[in-house]
């Protein structure tokens, strides 16, 4: 059976409608860069002297405040993210205000938080939707990734305390070198929870947190990447189902590594520049700063949260309604490669602004990794099918 998610069709028809009316339908609220776990490939976190030396974290009543303001102007999809949102001590005030202002309202977590009296609180109000990064089947694994040694322990009690409390939990995966080894066993958890996965191999460079990153992250070669994509996709088909449609030459296009707030949306021509009369790169495809926004903990208001933030404006100290224009405006004026917009790949790679920019440095270069990983996908999709049936030719 396969387990991924699925976009309700009116959650993507009041997106699409937003979108081309400039209203921001969809936000996200990143509430702290703190967490109590410290993943090798994480593109925001910090420690608190790092912190507290940029910027204080912004109050409670400042957050229940962008609320308000955000509802007024058609704010109606919240997430709550970080960082760890859990660790802030007053996570419970900014929920449950933000729930009672009448949101659609879903949390980030690593879970590890969640327990017994957390729940308690979260059943008062609970979200349409917690969101848990399971990082590996193992303690070990959470050791070795997330530098966390009981990691696994904790957040398996959260979910299955989360799931008898009735709240929805949907597991996101982020595989990479350290936690590959578990991709088979974290579906197997997931199938036997009766839980949705949504994995990937794709880990963006970490520009936010590192400027000089740019196109480098404790990441996967390409080629690997691709074949743990082709990976991802066999366990949430299922095995079978997977090599019937191999056979029909079904399953060349990349896993669904694509949150919801970046489904795309119509298909946009490439405009012409008014000087040159050359054709430009496709402009975003995606919600971002279409309908959709990133608030950052300090502030910044972002199109995407893995955009830069060079020319954000601060929504506490400029209002809301400038730093959403101005994150509009950035979003209207990124062009993508030219050369993205004719390749033949373009529908499977799926390059987004944000891949462009964290792997280039800029948005006219190709984003090199990413286009490797789309031109090798075919051929580990092949390589993945032949050890299938090999394997299973073995066990005969």
Not at 342 to 358: D, G, I, P, Q, S
Request: glycine share 6%.
């Amino acid at each position: 059976m396969m387990r991924r998610p699925v976009e309700p069709m009116l959650t993507e028809y009041l997106h699409t409608k937003a979108s081309r009316l400039g209203i921001p339908l969809n936000g996200t609220f990143e509430l702290t860069p703190l967490c109590n776990m410290n993943c090798r490939m994480c593109y925001v976190r910090m420690d608190r002297e790092l912190q507290e030396s940029i910027a204080p974290l912004r109050t409670a009543e400042e957050w229940l405040e962008l609320g308000r303001t955000a509802k007024e102007r058609g704010m109606t999809y919240l997430l709550l993210t970080g960082g760890e949102p859990f660790l802030r001590p007053d996570f419970r005030q900014i929920m449950q205000g933000l729930h009672r202002m009448g949101f659609v309202m879903s949390i980030n977590s690593n879970g590890t938080l969640i327990d017994e009296s957390t729940v308690e609180w979260l059943k008062e109000t609970p979200p349409v939707r917690i969101n848990i990064t399971l990082y590996g089947a193992s303690d070990e694994t959470y050791g070795r990734l997330c530098r966390n040694p009981r990691g696994f322990t904790q957040v398996t009690k959260a979910i299955r305390l989360l799931k008898e409390a009735g709240i929805l939990v949907k597991l996101n995966c982020s595989v990479t070198p350290y936690n590959a080894g578990d991709l088979e066993q974290i579906f197997a958890f997931a199938d036997k929870e009766g839980l949705v996965v949504q994995a990937t191999s794709y880990m963006f460079p970490p520009l936010r947190r590192d400027a000089s990153k740019v196109g480098w992250n404790d990441r996967f070669s390409p080629e690997e990447s691709a074949r743990q994509e082709a990976w991802i996709s066999v366990y949430q088909h299922g095995k079978e189902a997977w090599l019937e449609h191999m056979e029909s030459d079904e399953m060349t296009a990349l896993s669904g590594d694509i949150e919801e707030d970046c489904m795309p949306l119509e298909e946009e021509s490439s405009p012409k520049d008014s000087n040159t009369g050359e054709a430009e790169g496709e402009r975003i495809r995606c919600r971002a700063g279409k309908c959709s926004f990133w608030v950052t903990w300090d502030g910044c208001v972002l199109p995407c949260g893995m955009l830069p933030g060079e020319h954000a404006l601060n929504v506490f100290e400029t209002g809301f309604d400038a730093a959403w224009e101005r994150a509009r405006a950035e979003a209207a004026a990124i062009r993508l490669p030219v050369k993205c917009s004719t390749c033949f790949l373009k529908e499977k790679c799926r390059a987004c602004a944000a891949m462009v920019y964290t792997e280039s440095g800029n948005y006219h270069d190709v984003p090199e990794y990413r286009c490797r990983l789309a031109h090798c996908y075919a051929s580990a999709c092949r390589q993945v099918e032949a050890e299938i049936r090999r394997e299973a030719r073995n066990q005969r």
